[in-house]
C-alpha cells in the first residue's frame, strides 16, 4: 500500500516529528514498503480469534491498593529538565 | 595473571571468595581491555573507571570478612538502556545524550546487592531499535571476530564486550531478538528469559509487551549464575510475576536422557544459509547423543511473526516514546517559536532515522481507520502464534533451531533497506510475541564466524533451557573460543 506525501506528512504531524524535505522521500517509500510487508496478515483466518492483551496466557495486570507509594522528589527530577524556573518547567508561551 | 579474562564469570566468582585474586585486580584488569578495545570495537558508551575501582575496593573489604554474595566483586557491564543512578543513561540516543537517572533500575539494583562492580555502560542500537548496532547516535559497535562485520543488535555492545572478554557478563534487553541475534553473531550465550521473570523497571521502555532483560555471558553456566540474581518480582513493574526464583545455577545438570527436543520445521525453511544448517543439524545430533529425542513440529503461524512484530513494537514504541517532548527531560531544540515548534523540533532532532520510521509506523497502525485493519489484526494473529506454541509443548519439552538465518553481515550491508534489515529477526521474535523463554548458545562456525543454536522453552522454564545449554557446553567447547586478537 502506497501512502502519498501528504499522508507522510499528516503522521508526522500526529507523531510530533518536524521532518527535512529530504526526510519525506525516505519515510514516503520506506512506510510503504513497511505496510506491504505487513499486508501479509490479511491472509491470516482470524474470524474467530481473541486479540492477544498479555504475553502471558491466562494473565492480566495486576492492580495494587490504592495508596500513597511515591514520594516528592520533584527538584531531583528536574535536575534532568532543559528549562525550569522556581520549580516549574518551563514552555514557550501557550495562551497569548 | 594475564589469563583472568579466560576465566568465566562462575569461576572468577568463586576464585575471588577464594581470595586467588582481589576484585580490585579483577577490575583492573578488564578495564585495561576495555580502554584497548575501544578505538576498534565501540563497544562502550561510558566508562566508570573510578566508581568501579571503589566498588571494588569495597567488595574486596567484604570479600576480606568472608561474607562475599554470589557476585562479590565481580565485573559485569550494563546496556546502556538500564537507568544507573548518577552515571548517564543515553540509549543510544541524542535524545538521551545527557540524561542521568535519579534512580537505578531493578536489575542495577540487584546485581549491585548481589556484589556485582559495574565497569560501564555499553553502546546499542538507538533505544534498542535495530538488528547490527549501526543505529546508535554513539557510532556502530564492530565485531571482534571480525571488525568489518557488525556485532548484531540491538545489545551489540554488551554482545561484543562479553565476546571480546571485555567482561566476563553483561545486562541486555530482547524485544524481539536483541539478545538472542548478538549473542549468536559474536559467538556467546544470549538468555531471554520469561516476559515478566526480570523486573523492567528502570528499562528505558521500547515496546512493553515484548521488551524482557535477560544475559549475554560466556556459558550457560555464567547465565545461570547472573539470572539468579536479576530474576524475581518487583512490585515497581506492574507486569512482573509473583512467582518464586528456582535456583537456575543448582538445576544445571539435570539430565538430558529423554529430552524431547522439537525441531521447528518452519526455521528449517529457504533462507537458512546451508553452512548454519549444518552447524545447528550436529548440535542436534550432540542432543541426541546425550539421549534427548529429537521430534519434528511445525508452528503453522510462525511465518507471519515478523509482520505482527513490525505492527505491535512500532505501535506500542510510538505510545512509548511519546513522553520525549523536550519539556521535562531529554533533548530540546534551540529557540522554539511555539510549543508545537518545541515538540516537533526536539523530536526531529533528538531522534534518528530508524526510532522516527517506527514511531511514525506505529502512529500511523493506531490512526483513526486503520486500527483494526493493522493493530488489532496483528494481535489476533499473534494469539494464534502464542497457541502454536502452546500445541507444540504439549508434544515436546524445548524447541530448538537456528538463532540467525546468517552469521555477520558487513557493516552497512543492510541499512538501505529496513525490511532486509527486519529479517534477521525471522527466528527470534516468536519466543517475545509468546512471552517464552530463549537462548542461544553457540554452536559451530560458519567460516570464521560464529553460528548460534537457538533453544525455546515453555513459560518459566528458564531451568529447562539453560539445562540444555549446559549439557551442550559440557559435550562441545564452542563456547570457549575467543576471537583471535582478544584471546
Not at chain 1, 510503504?32 to 496478515?41: H, Q
Not at chain 1, 492483551?53 to 534532568?80: K, M
Not at chain 2, 537458512?272 to 547423543?289: H, I, K, M, S, T
Not at chain 2, 530463549?438 to 513459560?459: E, M, N, R
Request: include cysteine; charged fraction near 20%; charge should be neutral.
Amino acid at each position: 500500500m502506497a501512502l502519498t506525501r501528504e499522508q507522510i506528512e499528516s503522521i508526522a504531524a500526529l507523531a510530533r516529528l518536524e521532518l527535512t524535505g529530504a526526510e519525506l522521500p525516505v519515510y514516503q517509500q520506506s512506510l510503504s514498503s513497511i505496510l506491504e510487508f505487513v499486508g501479509a496478515l490479511e491472509r491470516a483466518d482470524t474470524a474467530s480469534v481473541t486479540p492477544m492483551a498479555h504475553p502471558l496466557p491466562g494473565l492480566s495486570q495486576r492492580l495494587r491498593p490504592d495508596e500513597v507509594t511515591e514520594q516528592d522528589h520533584h527538584s531531583e527530577y528536574q535536575q534532568n529538565a532543559p528549562q525550569v524556573t522556581a520549580g516549574l518547567y518551563l514552555v514557550p508561551k501557550v495562551i497569548e | 595473571m594475564s589469563e583472568l579474562h579466560h576465566i568465566g564469570l562462575t569461576a572468577l566468582a568463586a576464585g575471588l571468595r577464594e581470595r586467588r585474586y582481589s576484585s580490585v585486580e579483577l577490575v583492573q584488569a578488564f578495564l585495561k581491555r576495555i580502554e584497548a578495545s575501544q578505538g576498534a570495537l565501540n563497544a562502550f558508551i561510558s566508562v566508570t573507571r573510578e566508581a568501579a575501582l571503589a566498588e571494588a575496593a569495597a567488595a574486596d573489604r567484604i570479600l576480606a570478612s568472608g561474607t562475599g554474595g554470589a557476585l562479590t566483586g565481580v565485573p559485569i557491564a550494563h546496556k546502556d538502556l538500564f537507568c544507573t543512578r548518577g552515571v548517564r543513561t543515553t540509549c543510544g540516543s541524542r535524545m538521551l545524550e545527557n540524561f542521568v537517572s535519579p534512580y537505578d533500575a531493578t536489575v542495577v539494583a540487584k546485581l549491585r546487592q548481589a556484589g556485582a562492580v559495574m565497569l560501564g555502560k555499553t553502546n546499542m542500537d538507538e533505544f534498542a531499535m535495530g538488528s547490527s548496532n549501526e543505529t546508535s547516535y554513539f557510532g556502530p559497535v564492530r565485531n571482534p571476530w571480525d571488525v568489518g562485520l557488525v556485532p548484531g543488535g540491538s545489545s551489540g555492545g554488551s554482545a561484543a564486550a562479553v565476546a571480546a572478554r571485555l567482561v566476563p557478563g553483561a545486562t541486555a534487553t530482547d524485544t524481539g531478538g536483541s539478545i538472542r541475534q548478538p549473542a549468536a553473531l559474536c559467538g556467546i550465550t544470549g538468555l531471554k528469559p520469561t516476559y515478566g521473570r526480570v523486573s523492567r523497571y528502570g528499562m528505558v521502555a521500547f515496546a512493553s509487551s515484548l521488551d524482557q532483560g535477560g544475559t549475554l555471558t560466556a556459558s550457560a553456566a555464567d547465565a545461570a549464575l547472573m539470572l539468579r540474581a536479576m530474576a524475581g518480582f518487583d512490585p515497581h513493574d506492574s507486569t512482573s510475576v509473583e512467582r518464586e526464583v528456582p535456583d537456575y545455577v543448582a538445576q544445571l545438570e539435570q539430565p538430558l536422557a529423554g529430552l524431547k527436543v522439537g525441531l521447528l520445521k518452519e526455521f528449517f525453511d529457504t533462507g537458512l544459509d546451508p553452512q548454519n544448517e549444518r552447524c545447528v543439524r550436529e548440535a542436534l545430533e550432540v542432543f541426541e547423543g546425550l539421549g534427548a529425542r529429537l521430534i519434528e513440529v511445525s508452528l503453522p503461524n510462525l511465518p507471519l511473526s515478523v509482520p505482527v512484530y513490525y505492527v505491535v513494537a512500532p505501535a506500542e514504541c510510538s505510545s512509548n516514546l511519546a513522553r520525549y517532548d523536550g519539556v521535562r527531560f531529554g533533548h530540546r531544540c534551540e529557540k522554539p517559536r511555539d510549543l508545537q515548534d518545541l515538540y516537533r523540533r526536539s523530536r526531529g532532532e533528538g531522534f534518528g532515522a530508524e526510532v522516527k520510521r517506527r514511531i511514525m509506523t506505529g502512529t500511523y497502525v493506531l490512526s483513526a481507520g486503520y486500527y483494526d485493519a493493522y493493530y488489532l489484526k496483528a494481535q489476533r494473529v499473534r494469539q494464534l502464534i502464542s497457541a502454536d506454541f502452546t500445541r507444540a509443548f504439549a508434544q515436546v519439552d524445548v524447541l530448538m533451531g537456528p538463532t540467525t538465518p546468517t552469521a555477520a553481515f558487513a557493516l552497512g550491508a543492510k541499512t538501505s533497506d529496513p525490511i532486509t534489515m527486519y529479517l534477521n529477526d525471522i527466528y527470534t521474535i516468536g519466543a517475545n510475541l509468546a512471552g517464552l523463554p530463549a537462548a542461544s548458545v553457540p554452536c559451530g562456525f560458519a567460516g570464521k564466524l560464529p553460528v548460534g543454536l537457538q533453544i525455546v522453552g515453555p513459560h518459566f522454564s528458564e531451568a529447562r533451557v539453560l539445562a540444555a545449554a549446559h549439557g551442550l557446553q559440557r559435550a562441545t567447547d564452542w563456547h570457549t573460543r575467543i576471537p583471535a586478537g582478544y584471546a
